[in-house]
C-alpha cells in the first residue's frame, strides 16, 4: 500500500544516509586522509603508546576466541550442539598442539591458495588495532610489540584452523547437490551468490588433501577443466556460438566460481577472530575524519573499547540473527527470539554465551596466575556472583555494559570519581594520573609519600611491555612493588589486605614476599 511503501522509502533514505556519512568514509579511505598530519601523528603516536603499555596480557585476554571460532564453524557448518562443541575441540587442539610454532607449510600453502594473507611482514595484526600515522619507528616497535605480546601468533593460529575447517567442511560435502548440504554451508553458499547450478559446477574441481582431509580450495576452482564449465547453463546456451566468444565467457565464469568461492573462505576466516573490521571502525569512529579534534578525540575515546563492538557486531549480532530471512533489527530479533525459544537464533546465542563465560573465567583465571594471584575460586553466593560478572565482563557478551561491569568488580571508588574512570577515554586517566593530580597535590601543599609512590606508578604504567603477561610478575616484584614499598613504606602491606578482604582474592606469592625472595637484600625497602 502507499503508507507502506512511503515508510519503506523513507527507511532506505535513512540507511543510505548512514552508509554515505559514517560507513562509506571507512571503506573508501575518506576517512583515513588526515585534516592535519601533525596532529593525527602526535594523537597515534599517544595511542600506539598506550597499546603498547597495557595489552601485554591480550593473548591470555582472547581466550573467548577459541569460543568465537568454533560459533562460526558451527554456524556455517550443522548447527548443532555436537558440532560445536566438536568445532572447539578443534580450534583448542590447533592452539594447545602448536603452543609457539609457526603455521606449518602446508597451512601457508593452502592460505595462499584461498586468497588468505596470514599476519606476517606485509599483514601485521598491530595493523589491525593501529592507525597510518605512526612514525616509522614507533609503527616498527608496535608490530614487534604485538608479536611479543603473542597477538600475531594466536590470530594466524585462530584463522587457520577455521580455513582449513571451511575447505575441509567443503571438500567432504562435495558428493552432495546443493540441497542436501547442512543448512549453514547452503547459507552460505547463498549468501556469496553460489547458486545449486555453480555449486554443482565447483564441486567437480579436484580435491586437495590436508592431513588426511579433502579439501576444495578457490584455487581448485580456477583450474578446472572447460568440460566440467560448459555443462553450466551460463556458457552452454547456443547465443556463445563463436569458439572465441564461449572462451572467453567460460574464463569468466571460471573466475568469478573462484572469486567468489574465495572471498568466502576467507571472510568465514576473518570472521573467527575478534579483531577490528573496517565495520568496527565505522561504528566506532561514524566515519570521522582524522587529523580533527572531533577525529581524534573520538579515537582516544574508543581506544580499547574496539573488541566490545567486534563481538557484539560479529559474533552476537550473527547469533542473535541466526538463519532468518527476515532481516530486521535488534529489539525486533530478540521479540522473535523470545517468541520462540527452540528456534536457531536462541540456540546459538546461548550456546556462544555459555562458551563465552567458560572461556572467559579460563582468561581471568590465567591472568590472575600472571599477576602472582590465585585463580578466583567461588565459594559462595556473593562470590560466585562476581565470579560470573567477571567472567560474563571477560568474554564481552555483556556488551556496552562491559566497562560499567569492570569498574564494579575491580574499582573502590565512588562518586565522581567513579563515574571519571568509568566513562573517561584511558588517555584522559592517564593525563590525571601523571600531571593533574601530582599539580593538584602540589598546589595544596598535600604532597606526601603516598603521591610520590602514586607518580612513580603512573609513570611505570606507560613502559610500554611493562605487562607482558609472562615476564609481569616478575618485574613487578623486582621493579613496580620494591620501588613502590620505597616510596611509600607500608604500601604493600595495604596492596595485599585490599586483594584479600576487599577483592576476596589470594596471592601464590605475596608481593612482599617476592621483593624479600627476589630484589638483592642491599636494594630491599
Keep these: 500500500n502507499a503508507a507502506g511503501n ?23 579511505g575518506e576517512a583515513h586522509v588526515s585534516d592535519d598530519v601533525a596532529l593525527s601523528s602526535v594523537s597515534e603516536t599517544l595511542l600506539n603508546l598506550q597499546r603498547m603499555s597495557d595489552l601485554g596480557g591480550m593473548m591470555l585476554a582472547s581466550f573467548n576466541d577459541i569460543n568465537n571460532a568454533a560459533a562460526t564453524a558451527d554456524f556455517y557448518g550443522h548447527r548443532t550442539a555436537q558440532n560445536y562443541l566438536a568445532e572447539t575441540a578443534k ?100 549468501q556469496y551468490g553460489i547458486t545449486s547450478e555453480d555449486w554443482d559446477v565447483i564441486r567437480k574441481a579436484e580435491k586437495g588433501e590436508h592431513l588426511g582431509q579433502p579439501v576444495l580450495s578457490s584455487r581448485a576452482i580456477a583450474e578446472l577443466p572447460d568440460e566440467a564449465m560448459l555443462a553450466h547453463s551460463e556458457v552452454a546456451t547456443p547465443k556463445y556460438r563463436d569458439e572465441k566468444e564461449t572462451a572467453r565467457a567460460v574464463a569468466k565464469l571460471r573466475a568469478s566460481l573462484a572469486d567468489r568461492y574465495g572471498t568466502m573462505v576467507a571472510d568465514i576466516s576473518d570472521q573467527a577472530i575478534t579483531a577490528p573490521s573496517a565495520q568496527t571502525r565505522a561504528i566506532a569512529t561514524q566515519g570521522i575524519k582524522r587529523g580533527t579534534f572531533l577525529g581524534e578525540a573520538t579515537r582516544h575515546a574508543v581506544l580499547f573499547r574496539t573488541y ?62 600472571a599477576q602472582g594471584k590465585k585463580p578466583r575460586v567461588p565459594t559462595d553466593a556473593e562470590s560466585t556472583s562476581k565470579f560470573m560478572l567477571a567472567a560474563f565482563t571477560r568474554s564481552g557478551a555483556l556488551g556496552l555494559y562491559t566497562d560499567m561491569a569492570s569498574q564494579q568488580i575491580n574499582e573502590r571508588t565512588t562518586g565522581t570519581e567513579y563515574l571519571f574512570n568509568l566513562l573517561a577515554p584511558p588517555s584522559l586517566k592517564r593525563a590525571r594520573d601523571l600531571g593533574v593530580n601530582p599539580m593538584l597535590d ?48 607500608g604500601y604493600l602491606d595495604r596492596l595485599e589486605d585490599f586483594t584479600e578482604n576487599d577483592l576476596g582474592q589470594e596471592y601464590l606469592f605475596s608481593p612482599s614476599q617476592a621483593v624479600e625472595t627476589l630484589v638483592p637484600q642491599e636494594l630491599q625497602p
Design 6 to 28: 512511503v515508510k519503506q522509502l523513507e527507511k532506505m533514505r535513512k540507511d543510505k544516509k548512514y552508509l554515505d556519512t559514517k560507513v562509506w568514509p571507512v571503506v573508501s
Design 91 to 190: 580450534v583448542a587442539q590447533e592452539l594447545g598442539g602448536n603452543l609457539g610454532k609457526g603455521t606449518s607449510r602446508s597451512a601457508e600453502a593452502l592460505a595462499a591458495e584461498n586468497r588468505i594473507l596470514l599476519e606476517g611482514m606485509f599483514s601485521p595484526t598491530a595493523n589491525s588495532w593501529s592507525g597510518s600515522d605512526v612514525p616509522g619507528a614507533l609503527s616498527k616497535a608496535t608490530q614487534v610489540a604485538f608479536k611479543y605480546f603473542g597477538a600475531s601468533w594466536w590470530q594466524n593460529r585462530i584463522r587457520v584452523q577455521s580455513m582449513v575447517g571451511t575447505v575441509a567442511r567443503y571438500g567432504m560435502h562435495a558428493d552432495l547437490p546443493e540441497a542436501k548440504l547442512p543448512e549453514g554451508m547452503q547459507a552460505a553458499l547463498r
Design 308 to 369: 566490545t563492538l567486534a563481538y557484539m557486531s560479529r559474533h552476537l549480532g550473527r547469533a542473535l540473527h541466526a538463519y532468518h530471512p527476515d532481516r530486521v533489527g535488534t529489539a525486533a530479533a530478540m521479540a522473535r527470539m523470545v517468541s520462540d525459544p527452540q528456534s536457531n537464533q536462541a540456540t546459538a546465542l546461548a550456546g556462544l554465551i555459555a562458551g563465552g563465560v567458560f572461556w572467559g573465567a579460563v582468561s581471568n583465571a590465567l591472568l590472575d596466575m
Design 442 to 489: 602540589v598546589a595544596l601543599n598535600r604532597w606526601d609519600e603516598k603521591s610520590t609512590q602514586r607518580l612513580f606508578k603512573a609513570y611505570y604504567n606507560t613502559i610500554p611491555g611493562r605487562n607482558l603477561f609472562y615476564t609481569r610478575w616478575l618485574t613487578d616484584a623486582t621493579i613496580l612493588n620494591n620501588v613502590q614499598e620505597h616510596l611509600n613504606p
